[in-house]
């Protein structure tokens, strides 16, 4: 009764290194040809591209930037940006904190920008296999106001006391343009608030496969930005190591990322 699958990557898909274990990529194989298997993530399409390639489904779709962006063999099917106005206002008070800066990560489509290789950047780079384009927030900012663009997802990164004031601001200003994930203390995601991944699942589900449904998706996941999706399709799957919130909404529990969770829950569900 399940007619295609989207996963999360990031402590979900990947094993212990970071990495697709060949348990994985031999149940997608096994499926792929009759069952779609499309990655959903936080990541820009660039840092998905090798894993498309590792489990032979290039030729499908990918969602990208928790719903924002949605590609099929490098074409555009659906782009939500943040506000360059934002952004802007982001960037200038990050400016005026002077030593207290924190890390900012601007992503549009396949261009990645940072102020520098510091930490953050390194720690991003390493576990993306990814590396950014070293550019000033603030240029990147003139450079989007000319070319009338705006971000398909904001990173900050720092000190947790620096994170939680960014976030206070951000969510006393534009709670209601931003979805704001903290998937760790020192982390936020920033997404427009029109998007999420159970809206990129539905975007492509009408453009790309009209004829299924919701009751017929499989979806893995672990985090906050998964909750959504795993509650609302018709099987949606937790692994072990889930938050509490995804797991309580889920209609199973699998084995840890680190344990092929995703690999032997297909193993058991397309027999």
């Not at 959903?40 to 998905?48: A, C, G, I, L, T």
């Not at 903290?182 to 029109?194: F, N, P, V």
Request: net charge negative; hydrophobic share 40%; glycine share 4%.
């Amino acid at each position: 009764m399940y007619k295609i699958i989207f996963t999360d990557i990031d402590g979900t898909l990947l094993g212990p290194d970071r990495v697709l274990t060949q348990a994985t990529i031999d149940q997608v194989t096994r499926i792929k040809e009759t069952i779609p298997f499309i990655l959903v993530s936080s990541r820009m399409p660039k840092q998905m591209y090798h894993l498309q390639q590792d489990l032979g489904i290039l030729n499908t779709p990918l969602i990208a930037f928790n719903g924002a962006y949605i590609e099929k063999e490098s074409k555009v099917i659906h782009s939500s940006e943040i506000p360059i106005s934002i952004i802007k206002n982001l960037v200038l008070l990050n400016e005026k904190a002077g030593e207290n800066k924190i890390h900012i990560s601007l992503f549009n489509a396949n261009n990645w920008y940072v102020d520098s290789m510091d930490y953050w950047a390194k720690r991003e780079e390493t576990n993306t296999k990814i590396s950014p384009e070293i550019k000033p927030n603030s240029e990147v900012v003139t450079l989007w106001e000319k070319e009338n663009k705006g971000a398909h997802k904001i990173m900050c990164m720092g000190d947790k006391l620096l994170i939680d004031k960014i976030y206070k601001f951000l969510e006393e200003n534009y709670k209601d343009a931003l979805h704001l994930y903290r998937s760790k203390d020192t982390y936020i995601e920033i997404a427009s608030k029109e998007i999420s991944k159970l809206t990129g699942i539905k975007t492509l589900l009408n453009c790309c496969y009209p004829t299924y449904n919701l009751e017929e998706v499989v979806a893995f996941g672990d985090n906050y930005n998964d909750e959504e999706m795993i509650g609302a399709v018709g099987h949606g799957v937790a692994v072990d190591n889930a938050r509490d919130e995804v797991k309580a909404v889920a209609k199973a529990i699998t084995q840890h990322h680190k344990e092929d969770g995703v690999a032997n829950y297909l193993k058991i569900l397309f027999k």
